[in-house]
């Protein structure tokens, strides 16, 4: 009898969920994507707080810049995260991979919260300060993946669109949720000097919270059919690394795919708070409010465009994205820079995002679709978990470095050059919708 049969949890499979069944799964599952993003955002807006507790210093710049290297490790350890999440979740279960992951999201939460500065323990507080943030990007790194898949499998050929929207639909809210905590922090709560000295612990504080509840309800959901009817078949391969080899072209469609979407993703959500500031030269209040519109508006588009997936295909919408976000980048990033207006830049700003969402909506069940269950996961998240460091995670970075060489522009071209690597990935990909790994599987 194989590893799987002797390791694997005990399966509860409903094949038609009730309401209150179907609503713990997309919680369930997508929950870790809200957590990964608060403290995403909470880690980048606090540092301004507690950088000199960890690194005492004169200069703000090498305290930001010491923080910002323990933030970019984090980020560069998701694919090795991918890879060793990816192995347990195709092995053991997607269920038992989820519950897993926000585990360690809790430990690596509470270790900043509680981690002792400088002051009290000297160098070892960076150094756990560094130990968090790896266990964070472990963790994070898996998730993706994960949840990508759990989602899609969990839906029933009939809404695989819509449930996998909700990956984006919860990661969007993690992002609005830590931008409201620290507006109710800084505006109505706290002063500086309190935010300074512990009040920048009570964001780690919720997340380990958040992440506690996340493991509640990812105990109580259903393992998938797919997973399910691999069990069964006892089809477990031993070298997980070397099957996912066997199979390039979804390697090469998943990080080409990715390549576009997450530089497009990072530059209209995560530096745009900048941009609005920094080149539209809105002030803070204008660029909070065009920033949590939008991005509430934003989240919203996502399970009706996953939805209407199910019935139109996947292959439209990312052609969309890629043929408008090739064309319209450009322009739209130019025009921000020359209005000052809050509404007109709110307007360009949700244009652009209506173009990325024909990416957000579909891309996890895209990518999920394209591989077979036995290496679905890994398949999944590692290519995705390596584009998204090389790419997305820089996009900020790229931003900022041309802005102060003067050279502005050119990363616009940038952002659209990515954009249409998607472009020709999607022309190369056959329609998931019809031609899914998942359906053969069950056909198997």
């Not at 960076?126 to 898996?142: F, K, N, T």
């Not at 493991?215 to 031993?238: C, G, Q, S």
């Not at 002030?283 to 996502?302: D, E, G, R």
Request: aromatic share 12%; hydrophobic share 50%; glycine share 8%.
């Amino acid at each position: 009898m194989s590893s799987r049969a002797s390791t694997a949890p005990a399966i509860e499979l409903a094949a038609e969920p009730r309401i209150g069944r179907r609503l713990i799964s997309i919680l369930g599952g997508s929950i870790g994507n809200l957590i990964e993003w608060f403290d995403f955002h909470v880690y980048v807006a606090f540092s301004l707080y507690f950088g000199k507790q960890f690194f005492p210093t004169d200069d703000m710049a090498v305290q930001l810049l010491n923080t910002a290297a323990i933030f970019a490790l984090g980020f560069l350890l998701r694919p090795v995260g991918s890879w060793v999440f990816g192995v347990y979740a195709d092995r053991y279960g997607r269920r038992a991979g989820l519950t897993l992951c926000v585990t360690l999201m809790c430990l690596g939460s509470l270790m900043i919260a509680v981690c002792p500065t400088y002051a009290q323990i000297g160098l070892a507080a960076p150094a756990l300060l560094l130990l968090a943030r790896m266990v964070q990007g472990i963790s994070l790194g898996g998730e993706y993946g994960a949840s990508a898949v759990y989602l899609t499998e969990i839906a029933g050929s009939k809404h695989r669109g819509f449930f996998s929207s909700f990956n984006y639909v919860t990661l969007i809210s993690g992002q609005l949720l830590a931008t409201v905590l620290l507006l109710v922090l800084q505006q109505f709560l706290l002063t500086p000097a309190q935010l300074e000295s512990w009040g920048w612990r009570i964001p780690f504080l919720i997340g380990a919270a958040c992440s506690v509840v996340a493991y509640r309800l990812r105990r109580r959901i259903d393992e998938t059919e797919a997973f399910t009817h691999e069990a069964a078949r006892h089809a477990v391969p031993k070298r997980p690394s070397l099957e996912l080899l066997r199979h390039p072209r979804e390697l090469a469609l998943v990080a080409g795919m990715t390549v576009g979407g997450t530089v497009a993703f990072f530059t209209y959500t995560v530096y745009m708070h900048r941009f609005l500031s920094n080149s539209v030269g809105l002030n803070h209040n204008q660029t909070t409010f065009v920033s949590c519109a939008t991005l509430f508006l934003f989240m919203l588009i996502q399970p009706a465009l996953g939805a209407l997936s199910d019935r139109i295909g996947r292959k439209p919408f990312l052609l969309w994205f890629g043929i408008m976000g090739t064309i319209c980048t450009v322009p739209i990033l130019t025009a921000m820079t020359r209005t000052h207006d809050a509404w007109t830049a709110f307007l360009l700003l949700m244009a652009a995002l209506l173009i990325v969402s024909g990416y957000t909506s579909v891309n996890s069940v895209v990518k999920a679709e394209l591989f077979p269950v036995s290496i679905r996961v890994l398949g999944v998240g590692l290519p995705y978990t390596i584009s998204t460091s090389l790419f997305g995670g820089s996009a900020e970075y790229v931003g900022l470095w041309l802005k102060q060489a003067g050279h502005e522009t050119l990363f616009f071209y940038y952002v659209s050059g990515c954009i249409l690597c998607t472009l020709l990935t999607t022309l190369a990909l056959r329609e998931t919708s019809t031609h899914s790994a998942l359906d053969q599987d069950l056909a198997s």
